[in-house]
């Protein structure tokens, strides 16, 4: 129905930068919030940073001032460009959205993710 597709993950050096691409394609109706997670080896997934059909955002506090999320509502694209990256940020980044889809009979709103994408920060 709806499929979530990652990019731009990829090995940095410490203080270098990223920008993590995420786009939705299918039987959408409207995207509303979208979330960034991650997950290191041998740790739980955790979110990173999230924003609402409207704009509004929210970060772990681990990347404030440092990632920035954002979004293309005409592309149904979500992006997160990270700055100033640290080797603890290396991890699986996960999509995450929550899509409203159309139905036979209506509409109806559903949590999908994408497959991840590797990020590793190493010198």
């Known amino acids: 129905q709806v499929q979530l597709v990652e990019s731009g993950g990829g090995l940095v050096q410490p203080g270098g930068s990223l920008r993590l691409f995420c786009a939705a394609s299918?039987?959408?109706?409207?995207?509303?919030?979208m979330v960034w997670y991650r997950q290191a080896p041998g740790k739980e997934r955790e979110s990173v940073a999230a924003?609402?059909?409207?704009?509004?955002?929210n970060y772990a506090d681990s990347v404030k001032g440092r990632f920035t999320i954002s979004r293309d509502n005409a592309k149904n694209t979500v992006y997160l460009q990270m700055n100033s990256l640290k080797p603890e940020d290396t991890a699986v980044y996960y999509c995450?959205?929550?899509?409203?889809?159309?139905?036979?009979?209506?509409?109806?709103?559903?949590?999908?993710w994408g497959q991840g994408t590797q990020v590793t920060v190493s010198s």
């Open positions: 299918g039987s959408i109706v409207r995207i509303n919030t």
């Open positions: 924003i609402t059909s409207g704009g509004s955002t």
């Open positions: 995450n959205a929550n899509v409203r889809i159309s139905m036979s009979w209506g509409t109806k709103d559903n949590d999908y």
